[in-house]
């Protein structure tokens, strides 16, 4: 069972940058992409970045231009830059990986645990 370990998350002060980091921790076959989502008390989870293993990407536009989501296929890790934070990015952000365990196996979507951002002065 493959689990994903996330990292990076804090407390920054508006105008202020963070790094989220996210790896497997289980041996994978072939990643078909990856992403990013964050949740609100209240609200449902919404997509804040995904990349595909062409390295296609799609942002909400509420972060286009301030967030930048990238990979390392080597170590098969998924990076989400956050720059000129704002109070309202402040949510719990969540990994997600579709993929392939092993040859002849159906491709699955993988969730972290969620790490905290809060975005305050």
């Known amino acids: 069972q493959v689990q994903l370990v996330e990292s990076g998350g804090g407390l920054v002060q508006p105008g202020g940058s963070l790094r989220l980091s996210c790896a497997p921790s289980g041996s994978i076959f072939r990643i078909n992409i990856m992403g990013w989502y964050r949740q609100t008390p209240g609200k449902e989870r919404e997509l804040v970045a995904v990349?595909?293993?062409?390295?296609?990407?799609n942002y909400a536009d509420s972060v286009k231009g301030r967030f930048t989501i990238s990979r390392d296929s080597a170590k098969n890790t998924v990076y989400l830059q956050m720059d000129s934070l704002k109070p309202e990015d402040t949510a719990v952000y969540y990994c997600?990986?579709?993929?392939?365990?092993?040859?002849?196996?159906?491709?699955?979507?993988?969730w972290g645990q969620g790490t905290q951002v809060t975005v305050s002065s």
């Open positions: 997600n990986v579709n993929a392939r365990l092993s040859v002849g196996v159906r491709a699955q979507t993988y």
């Open positions: 990349i595909t293993n062409l390295d296609s990407t």
